[in-house]
């Protein structure tokens, strides 16, 4: 079924134990949508600056990301800075600059209204909201979000919580929003929002899903090497969304399978700064490590 993403498309300046780059190309709608592509043709919603580079634009349309939905205006593409700490898991932001995201006002066309699964990526819970309020009927809708939204526009983004069926969120954000230590009660917290499902994310930990009654664990692939973490949330959340958009099953046991493409993508992104190691990543690469995920995670279990 067709997916429908709106998020940011971002020039990052990241900083880590391992080096630094500037103005590289990030942002939500950018990572997911990379992601999503892998198993069907996300439609992305999003708008960038005159600044925004041609090659940029020619690897998400290249990558089968439908930009019909990406608007150039005139003005700055969104920035974002950020620091890892030496664990590579925790992060300080050093900046964000909205840019020609403090006036967007997305138009979704008919057949984007049409769209049986809807993402809405970080981005301020207002645009998030827009864009909810113009799909017809979607089948499945699921959204993230991020510190900076939790702690400046809290009001408008419980009120979007409430309408969707899926919250991807990372631990400290699910702590911050709901007031909760443990990531069980965290989660009960936000599905009595109204959100059936609700992924918690955490980093090199792993991810935890409730879906209903139903509790499942995604470990992150064991890397040799972690190269830049920036992205891995939304990489995560493009190839759950986008694995369950083609296959259109929202089965216990296909959310379950969808978790783990999304923890086998994530590990991918990291690997590389920016979208360097994912615009690489091909179907023979995806098979050799749900392969190696199944040898990681299966064990013989005889009755104890
Ligand atoms: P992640 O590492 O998955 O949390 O995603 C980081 C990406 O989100 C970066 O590429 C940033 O450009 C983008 N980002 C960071 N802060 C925000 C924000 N407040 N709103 C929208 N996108 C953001």
């Given amino acids: 079924m067709s997916l429908v993403v709106v998020g940011s498309v971002a020039y990052d300046s990241v900083e880590t134990p391992l080096g ?11 990572f997911f949508s990379l992601a999503a592509a892998a198993f069907t043709r996300p439609s992305l919603v999003a708008v960038v600056g005159e600044d925004f580079r041609p090659e ?11 930009l019909a939905g990406l608007t150039r205006v005139p003005g700055k593409t969104f920035r974002w800075g950020g620091r890892y700490h030496s664990d590579m898991n925790g992060r300080d932001t050093l900046f964000t600059e909205l840019n020609v995201f403090e006036k967007f006002a997305p138009k979704l066309t008919p057949e984007q209204r ?14 998030q909201a827009s864009v909810l309020e113009q799909v017809d009927s979607p089948r499945f809708v699921a959204m ?27 631990d400290e954000e699910a702590h911050q929003l709901t007031g909760k230590r443990t990531m069980v009660l965290a989660a009960r917290e936000i599905q009595a929002m109204g959100p ?4 918690i994310k955490r980093g090199e930990h792993g991810a935890l899903v409730f879906n209903g009654d ?47 493409i999304g923890a086998l993508m994530a590990s991918f992104c990291v690997e590389g700064y920016s979208v360097e ?8 690469a995806i098979r050799d490590r749900y392969r190696a995920f199944l040898e990681l995670t299966s064990f013989d279990a005889p009755a104890l």
């Fill in 20 to 30: 630094q780059r500037d103005d590289v190309l990030g942002g939500s709608g950018t």
């Fill in 56 to 66: 940029d634009e020619a690897l998400l349309a290249e990558k089968n990301i439908d």
């Fill in 114 to 127: 049409r769209a049986g699964f809807l993402f809405l990526g970080n981005i301020q819970p207002t645009l």
């Fill in 144 to 170: 993230d979000t991020m510190n900076l939204w939790i702690s400046t526009a809290r009001d408008e983004l419980v009120s979007v919580v409430r309408r969707v069926d899926a919250v991807f969120i990372n």
């Fill in 196 to 199: 059936d499902l609700v992924v």
């Fill in 214 to 260: 139903d509790v499942f664990y995604a470990p992150a692939f064991p890397l040799e090497k972690v190269v830049d973490p920036t992205g891995a949330g939304d990489t995560f959340a493009g190839a759950f969304v986008g694995y369950l958009a083609a296959s259109a099953d929202l089965s216990t046991a296909n959310v379950r399978r969808a978790a783990i």
């Fill in 277 to 284: 190691r994912l615009r690489h990543v091909d179907a023979a």
